[in-house]
Every structure is written in structure tokens, then in C-alpha cells.
């Protein structure tokens, strides 16, 4: 299954695959998921639907990596040495408008997930699980480290608190995300449920 799904991607160029990512991500922000077609990508790329269906599969598939594509950089670009820094430069990845973009995009898929099954697996395969591992390497380094007891009991829950953060505010607030709000979030509740000096 993974040598075919390798050998459809490698008949695109990475600049190719990008620019299709990209399309993507603007007719999500446009129109939705639902309202989303393979028709609509083909036209808005200059592709066949046949091409997006060798390489993808379906919309779920197409959307979860291009989401994916997208955050691909994160925990695991990140490396400054301690867990404040690598927490406060996740949070400074994205500007402000890019944030709020984001934002808008993910409660909308949010959404979308609770009525498309097929949606589901692939956001688990393509963007919550690989989301996951990079992030949880990014704990064990504080633990080993020695900034992180390894039997902290907020460990398990540092994903939650973050993904909670981001997506809560507006809901909360009517604000969207920005990198002040998460940093100060970060100082005041994350890294003190993990013992964490924030001075």
C-alpha cells in the first residue's frame, strides 16, 4: 500500500505538489469542505480529475495532506534548546493573519469531520498521527533534558492544551489566535503543568 501511494506521488514535481497543496488550502478557505470538488481543484490547477485521483484518491486524502503538507515544518523544525523556546517558536511559526486564516480553516473542518468518515481516517493518518510523533519528540527531548520529570502527569495532555488554545479563543472570546495570546498561554499554563521555570 505505501510502495503504491509512493509511486503515485513521485509522478508530480515537488514544486508541482505544492502548488497543487496550495490550491487546495485557498478553495478550502473559500468554499469548505463540503462545497469542495475534485472538479473545482482541477480547474482552479490546470489538472484532469483523473491525475488527482491517481495521486490522491479521493478529496478526503487530498485534503489531509495538503494540511498536512502545510504543518510539516513544525515540532519537528524546531530544536532551540530548551522547551520554552522550542513551545514559544511553534507559536511564532505562523503571523498573526496566517493564524487567523488557519483557525477559520480548521473549526470549519472540525466540523466537516463529525459527518465524513473517510475525512476522519485520513486526518488521523496524514495529519493527527504524524502531528503527534513530532510532538511528543519534542517532550522527550525536555525530558531527557532533565527540564520535564518523565512521570509528569501533564505530559499526556500538552497537545490538548495547545490544539485547545487555538481553536478555543474565538469560540471564548470572539478573537482569533495570535502569536501574543499563545506565548502568553504557553508561559501561564502550559509550562507550569509541566514545572517549568518561565523566567
Not at 483557525?103 to 459527518?115: D, I, N
Request: proline letters at 5%.
Amino acid at each position: 500500500m505505501t510502495e503504491t501511494a509512493t509511486a503515485r506521488r513521485s509522478r508530480l514535481t515537488p514544486e508541482r505538489e505544492a502548488e497543487l497543496y496550495a490550491a487546495v488550502l485557498d478553495l478550502l478557505r473559500e468554499v469548505g469542505y463540503d462545497a469542495l470538488t475534485m472538479d473545482a481543484v482541477a480547474a482552479r490547477t490546470r489538472s484532469s480529475k483523473a491525475t488527482l485521483y491517481r495521486q490522491w484518491g479521493g478529496k478526503a486524502e487530498l485534503v489531509a495532506k495538503a494540511i498536512g503538507k502545510e504543518k510539516s515544518m513544525g515540532a519537528r523544525a524546531v530544536d532551540t534548546g530548551s522547551l520554552r523556546g522550542d513551545l514559544h517558536a511553534l507559536a511564532r511559526r505562523e503571523d498573526d493573519c496566517v493564524m487567523e486564516q488557519n483557525s477559520a480553516l480548521m473549526r470549519g473542518l472540525a466540523m466537516a469531520v463529525h459527518t465524513n468518515p473517510e475525512l476522519l481516517v485520513a486526518f488521523r493518518e496524514f495529519l493527527i498521527e504524524p502531528q503527534v510523533a513530532e510532538f511528543q519528540r519534542l517532550l522527550e527531548r525536555a525530558v531527557e533534558r532533565g527540564e520535564v520529570r518523565p512521570d509528569n502527569p501533564a505530559l499526556d495532555f500538552v497537545m490538548h492544551m495547545m490544539l485547545g488554545a487555538f481553536v478555543t479563543r474565538t469560540l471564548l472570546e470572539e478573537l482569533p489566535p495570535t502569536q501574543a495570546f499563545l506565548v502568553s498561554y504557553i508561559d501561564a499554563v502550559v509550562l507550569p503543568a509541566l514545572g517549568v521555570p518561565t523566567d
